[in-house]
């Protein structure tokens, strides 16, 4: 009988899989009690890291077109399609859910992906436009990414959770660092796998695996992280709500799956004025 | 070069003014139950105007169960019905323009020429503008279900007193909340003579409340249990306490706070337009702006010229009876403001800034402060970090475009930032480069009802104005 071999789990940091700078790693279970995997416990010291590389990365991901962007989130569905047994089993091991129900949940992290690709290059003309100004001006508003954006998966749906919400942030050309489901970080993780092959630039999406108790505060009141998608447990929401407030840093809960209003937690509208003559 | 002498222009219109007022709830004036009264006094020359009631906790309680008792009806009514009741606020505004203009002017300390030419004007066009949309919310959010949230608490600043009054008031009532309006403890007047006119226009009662006070009063409304959701305009640091105050109740908030806007003037701008720009950026109602021009990044090459133009324009600056209509800068709007202004400035000259400043004469009484404006300033000075919010330029030169966004990029803000040059292409290229909520090309300071207005960064969230600006008073 063949010996397997076992992977290796490890974060995402600036497109690169690493393990936590920390050191540290932590069991992970699957429902019956069975080993599953080692996964690097992510420090605030690797959210920093990766504050950093969502922050470098910014420029060239919210400057590339959003017809680019869409085929990029388009090119995501296509992996998550592809890797969709794979992933399924994962979340059936990790969470104890039944094959049948774990595949439909990862059919819904592509729709996902496939309905946020076919945003971008509408935002402009949903949420923006041409202001009618009583004066001689030609005023327009347009929407533009909120910056870096900072995401609390739910501890399940452990892979749409993540999926939904971050296709939302990317579509609106904001780069993500993700905390992805503490109670079942694997799906989360192997979801690296899919973002480095998706043509995802690194640097735009960086996941980390770690106690949000211990990461997110931090990650709230960090200077860089101009907003915080909140789907994580609710012990937590008051106190990183306040930590936001320090920044005035956007503390949002997570919008409906496949919605506008997903996208929309993570914009800014830009308004500019220039004469027309008179 | 001195300012040209001009004979005196007093405006003679004199506002219909009561010598108390109550506090405006659910429909009428009533005294304070656990309040007090206060005095409002004329900044540019410390005299009395009238009395006024500061709301205790009990009041703000009243008013906000006014409110919620009137929210079912007036949520109710077909938006046809709401829009109707704006248009007719927004005519009477207008009929009564010239009135609240003096009135804004004599509390507030600002030029009649401001508050008759823009503020008055854009208040009624703000009533017009989402009068029309209350029977078209449909529209605005095609494929969604627009509903409106309930009361809306709004805490209001001193600088456009009725005009962020009209920000706050015509998009909520248009989306079917009702509303309790804080304004500022130093400008109380023109929202009790809106009160007035609400009455006049006989708006259902308690649709519209208005209570006048202090801080405390302020704390107490934005931290009251009934609000469906707080609109707050003012400084980041209040701000800040309202978010925390509110983190974890689940009440909408925004936030309209301070800025710091860099107004970037590039070598092949047309420097006499610029000029005018930079004036009207900085020194446009003393400086007591938000979105104020406050630093000049100019390109090296022309500061020199930038620089001289800039000195003799601000000459020509009249500073003095904010009712004379050929008056440019009034009165600064509070003695603590003025305090405020001059330890900004001291820490200007401390940090070894340069300092310039009109040779204009100032009157003897009231709160006064020249046009200012600092030259080898360091991006490390407080002058070019922190909110002035007076008539005071931080004046910066830079030597290529990237280096004017980072400078430019370089604070805690991000409310509205201005450029200046010839070329099409690079307006759109650094526009789109600069971190801020608003940014005018080739010109400064232009506002809207139609055109979302707001910040990024520490400058607040949330937009005014546009559909943009209606987003934030519905449910979806």
Redesign the interface.
Known sequence: MRLEVRKTYKLLIGGAAVRSESGRVVPVNGPTGTHLANVPLGSRKDARDAVRAARGALPGWSGRTAYNRGQVLYRIAEVLEARSLELAGVIAHSTGTSIADATVEVAQAVESAVHYAGWTDKLHAV?G?V?????P?F?F?TPEP??VVALLAADLPSLVGLVDPLCAALAGGNTVLALVSAAHPLAGLDLGEVLTTSDVPAGVVNLIAGDHAEVAPHVASHGDV?ALIDASNDAL??EL??R?????T??RRPGAPCS??AVERTL????????VGS | MSAIPYAPAPESVRPRLRTSYDLFIDGAFVAPRDGSRHVTINPATHEPITEVSHAGVADVQAAVDAASGAFPAWSALPGAERGKHLFRLARILQERARELAVAETLDGGKPIRESRDIDLPLVA?HLFYHAGWADKLAYAFAG?NPRPLGVCGAVIPWNFPLLMAAWKVAPALACGNTVVLKPAETTPLTALLLAEIAQEADLPRGVLNVITGGPETGAALVRNPGLAKVAFTGS?AV??AI??EL??TGRRLT?E?GGKAANIVFADAPLDQAIEGIVNGIYFNQGHVCCAGSRLLVEESIADVVLAKLARRVRTLRVGDPLDKNTDVGAINSPAQLARIRALVASGVEEGATLHQSDCVLPDRGNWFAPTWFTDVAPAHRIAREEVFGPVLAVMTFRTPDEAVELANNT?YGLSAGVWTDKGAK??RI?RRL?????????FN?L?P?????G??????G?E????GLREYVE?
């Open positions: 949420l436009g202001n009618p100004v009583a004066a001006f005023s508003s909120v910056g101009d929401a008051t709500e306040r936001c407030a320090t920044n005035i956007r503390y506008l209003e800014e509208l830009k308004t500019a004025w220039h004469p | 066009a969604r980041t701000g800040k978010a925390t983190a974890g936030l706070l805690r307006a759109l526009a971190r801020a909520g608003v940014v005018w090309a080739n010109t232009q809207d139609t055109s979302p207005f707001g990024m960064r520490e400058s607040g969230f937009r104005g546009g559909m943009a979806l």
